[in-house]
């Protein structure tokens, strides 16, 4: 910094990119901030109908239930395996569960403040790192909920880590992270494209189309493939002695492969879309820049292409299914890393040459200008989501209990709720299914355990909401979700149940044999 000829202040490129780097506590400070106040903000709201189910199996597991045998979902074990461990420690269950949700998003922040002081500097790492913790807390993405998504992002930010280090033996621990994040979640064998995308896109560069290339990653793909395979097949002996391994096989890789599909909200992907809009644009803008560096015969970094097919190969199922909500969490390192490389970029090359040689800008002042800049926006996003997602929530569960207390009136007894809806949530603690079905029919092995279920236990009473029957007061088979699996159980409902009544938004059927 040097005085200008009337005496002003005279801001010096060197001395503000040194400045920056000492807002370092700032950064820490926030991160933290949005890390431990984000779990207590959702802490009491209602489950969400995965982290129930979860919660559920986890408990029946304790209690010497067997899974994917006597209660069945479509995740691989690991979840379940927390679920059962939280079901044994004291209090209530849904709330360590959502303590230990906020304790993974904020290790996963600190592992993507490091990926970005490896891609780029610590700036770019910590810019990141606060963009990425906004996200995982903005009420339409499911983040704060005990879902599987929070620990794959771990595992997959650990595996990105140990392959950029390219030291001995951090392959064979990407290789373990990735297959740990397998067994919460089957998105993250998308991981494997990613790793193989990059590869093919370094062909690119003729110094890489050599044998030496070729060595050098074969025995790179070996020393991931190996433990992730060695992972996989241990789970696969353990399932095998505990009797559940064909119910594995049936449930966690068949069915997601073969009959899980979901409507496409279209409303839901336009809310995700301006929930998280200025890191979604700056990512791809920063995805723009590199693709016309590349272009013009600019060289650019391959780590930093191995972050765009992250992003895209990783965020293709949230983009493309459902609501585009939690989904979408496997994306958000990658988004947050690309959105902070553009945005550390355009302030150091752009703004600050605005006021470099400016005789009346304070240093301090123009550093401070982009923290208060990522700090409003991400407190716009969370205050707007924020009020969004608590006035949402106030009113499902306003909802909720109004049906309840209609239908309590109608039902005297134990009743199946068909389908299982997003919108019927329960909590449990110490609870025992009334039925050894847990969540919806996923396949028609699944919905004859329903009926025989339902035949079993001769349930006295199934509710359907109003919105699911036909205008002849049949039960229809292709709304919701999975509508060719549900026609066998409701021609059992209808060939045994009549409807008696409708109260708060359900129609009941009660059993005439």
């Known amino acids: ?104 998003h904020l290790v996963s922040a600190v592992l993507v403040v490091a990926l970005g002081t490896r891609l780029r500097d610590r700036l770019t790492g910590l810019v990141a790192g606060l963009l990425f913790l906004v996200g995982v807390y903005l009420p339409h993405f499911d983040g704060y909920y005990f879902m599987t998504e929070p620990f794959c992002l771990v595992a997959l930010l650990v595996a990105a880590l140990a392959l950029f280090s390219e030291r001995q033996g951090t392959d064979a621990l990407a290789g373990v992270a990735l297959a740990v994040g397998v067994l919460f979640n089957q998105t993250v064998f998308l991981a494997g494209l990613v790793v193989v995308a990059a590869t093919l896109f370094a062909l690119r560069r003729p110094e890489n189309r050599t044998r030496e290339f070729a060595t050098t990653t074969t025995w790179r793909y070996l020393s991931i493939g190996v433990p992730f395979v060695t992972v996989l097949a241990l789970t696969l002996a353990l399932a095998a002695v505990g009797g559940f391994l064909d119910g594995l096989l049936s449930y966690a890789v068949f069915v997601p492969l073969t009959d899980y599909s979901t409507p496409f909200d279209l409303g839901g992907h336009l809310l995700a879309g301006a929930s998280y809009l200025p890191v979604w644009t700056f990512a791809a803008a920063t995805v723009a820049v590199l693709a016309g560096r590349e272009l013009t015969g600019t060289r650019v970094d391959d780590r930093l292409w191995f972050v765009v097919f992250w992003l895209v ?109 997003n919108d019927v949530v329960y909590f449990s603690d110490t609870i025992e299914p009334a039925s050894t079905f847990v969540g919806l029919p996923y396949s028609e092995a699944l919905a004859d355990r329903v009926t025989s279920d339902l035949a079993a236990q001769a349930t006295p009473y199934v509710v359907v909401p109003e919105g699911h029957l036909n205008d002849d007061g049949t039960i229809a088979a292709d709304t919701g979700y999975f509508p060719e699996t549900k026609g066998q159980i409701n021609a059992y409902v209808e060939a045994h149940y009549e409807q008696t009544v409708t109260a708060g938004g359900y129609v009941v059927f009660e059993r005439t044999d």
């Not at 040689?357 to 700090?375: H, K, Q």
Request: charged letters at 15%; glycine letters at 10%; proline letters at 4%.
């Open 313 to 421: 190969i990783l965020g293709y199922p949230g983009a493309v299914g459902f609501s585009g909500d939690h989904k979408l969490l496997f994306a958000f390192p990658a988004a947050a890393l690309l959105a902070a490389v553009g945005t550390v970029w355009v302030y150091e090359h752009v703004v600050i040459d605005v006021f470099v040689d400016d005789e009346t800008v304070d240093s301090w002042a123009v550093v401070g200008m982009l923290a208060a800049c990522v700090v409003f926006v991400c407190g716009i996003a969370l205050a707007a989501n924020g009020v969004y997602g608590v006035t949402m929530a106030d009113e499902h569960v306003g909802q909720q209990e109004a049906s309840a207390a209609a239908l309590s009136e109608h039902v005297d007894g134990e009743a199946y709720m068909l389908p299982f809806n």
């Open 1 to 104: 910094m040097s005085t200008g000829r009337d005496g002003g202040v005279v801001v010096d490129r060197t001395e503000l990119l040194d400045d920056l780097e000492t807002t370092t506590q700032f950064w820490y400070a926030a991160i933290l901030a949005v890390g431990l106040f984000g779990p207590f903000v959702y802490l009491t709201r209602p489950m969400h109908v995965d982290e129930s189910t979860f919660l559920v199996l986890g408990e029946a597991i304790l209690n010497g239930a067997t899974p994917y045998v006597d209660l069945v979902d479509h995740k691989p074990p690991g979840v379940f395996a927390v679920g059962a461990l939280l079901a044994w420690l004291p209090g209530e269950s849904y709330v360590a569960a959502r303590l230990l949700v906020g304790a993974l």
